[in-house]
């Protein structure tokens, strides 16, 4: 990312001068840089400048209104604690507020704290918000808090590296394109991360952890979900609710009570991701069809699949913990198809000792009854050419990652 390149006067803010004084005489262009002290007041940003802290400066609300509001394009903000917010969920009170049209803004480096919306941005293009830490009002019910940082109506948004956790939901996203979220942690919240509507987004090496929900994509499309880290949510890891047309690889869904939650989901593909040491592993069900789910890895879930529909649903080529099959060829592919949850699947979580006998006779002969009669097995994902080996080779150090929320 470039360096903000102003290119006008610099302005000083010192200890018991006003910051809002000073950003109503800048023009445009200007840097108001603020010294270190304890500033209560509201500032309102109507023209393109730079307001820039120095040390860290605290900006305080005083628990009314919002602390900062953005009326202008190309407007950055750096370098401040930005905190106590007004608690008005209708009027949207925020630590900065951004209003529609005022693109281009950069927000960086700020720490912004006890405020109800960390962030409320609506109706830009190309912002920029980076290296933020925010948290919410801690004290509110989860449900009267705001969102860490909310979009709505914004079109090339890069939200990275920032640090979100007691607001209500992290980063929430609604009608709202061509956005890149990367390098974010986000913890302890509602959901992780709640997209709505939105399209032709990248969520790329983000961690959600110790949510109720880590990471929930509702009616998307053209969605990149990879390299992340979903762990320890007290729900689902990833929730693919009404999604089209997506790819989600290379992701860590670990220790959660579902790891992926898939519903309403077709022509996506699902490949090489660590489903490890959730209570179950994939809850599939309404209708998710003609995905492409393959080069996974299936490990130690306490229910590996939660399947609910009329016939089988086939995923090849993918890795199950507790497959009974044989290799004889030795080429890394099962010589029999995997189902997920027959009987032996669900003996083997009953009664772990089970493991011990898993390539005995009577076990297999178990198995293969299993497969023969059609009134010990319902519907389920079936893998034709179940993989061996798992792919991720470090998939241990993922084991106990449980929710403490």
């Not at 019910?141 to 090339?156: A, C, M, P, W």
């Not at 709202?176 to 991360?193: C, D, E, M, P």
Request: avoid cysteine.
């Amino acid at each position: 990312m470039e360096a903000i390149k102003p290119s006008g006067h610099e302005r000083i803010v010192r200890p018991g001068e006003s910051i809002a004084a000073a950003v109503s005489a800048a023009r445009p262009g200007d840097i108001v840089s603020v010294e270190r002290w304890l500033y209560t007041e509201h500032v309102v940003i109507d023209k393109p400048i730079t307001l820039r802290g120095i040390g860290k400066p605290t900006l305080s609300g005083a628990n009314i209104g919002d602390v900062i509001r953005v009326k202008a394009p190309d407007v950055a903000i750096e370098g401040f604690i930005i905190r106590d917010s007004g608690s008005d969920l209708t009027a949207q009170n925020a630590g900065i507020y951004v209003e529609p049209g005022s693109h281009r803004a950069v927000i960086r480096n700020n720490v912004l704290a006890y405020t109800l919306f960390g962030m409320w941005l609506q109706g830009v293009k190309d912002i920029q918000v980076t290296n933020n830490l925010i948290t919410g009002k801690r004290d509110f019910l989860s449900s009267q808090r705001g969102n860490g940082i909310q979009l709505y109506n914004t079109l090339g948004a890069r939200i990275i590296g920032n640090d979100i956790g007691f607001t209500r939901d992290g980063i929430y996203v609604d009608v709202s394109h061509h956005a890149l979220f990367q390098g974010n942690k986000i913890h302890h919240l509602r959901y992780g991360t709640h997209y709505m509507n939105s399209y032709h987004n990248v969520w790329e090496n983000n961690e959600s952890y110790l949510n109720r929900g880590g990471l929930a994509l509702m009616e998307v499309r053209n969605q990149v979900v990879r390299n992340n880290k979903a762990w320890g949510n007290s729900d689902h890891g990833i929730m693919l609710r009404t999604l089209q047309d997506s790819v989600i690889e290379n992701n860590v869904v670990a220790g959660n009570s579902r790891g992926f939650f898939i519903y309403d989901a077709e022509y996506n593909s699902i490949k090489n991701n660590l489903v490890i040491d959730n209570q179950i592993g994939v809850h599939l069900w309404g209708g998710s069809i003609n995905n492409q789910v393959e080069g996974n890895d299936f490990i130690r879930n306490r229910d590996q699949i939660k399947y609910v529909a009329a016939k089988d649903e086939y995923w090849d080529g993918n890795y199950w913990s507790n497959y009974v099959g044989w290799d004889r060829n030795g080429d890394d592919i099962g010589d029999t198809a995997y189902e997920a949850n027959d009987v032996v699947d669900r003996l083997t979580w009953k009664y772990p000792l089970m493991k011990l006998l898993l390539n005995s006779p009577s076990v297999q002969t178990l198995h293969l009854v299993a497969t023969q009669f059609p009134v010990l097995r319902v519907p389920s994902v079936v893998d034709r050419h179940p993989r061996m080996r798992p792919y991720h080779a470090d998939w241990r150090k993922w084991i106990g990652k449980k929710s403490d929320y």
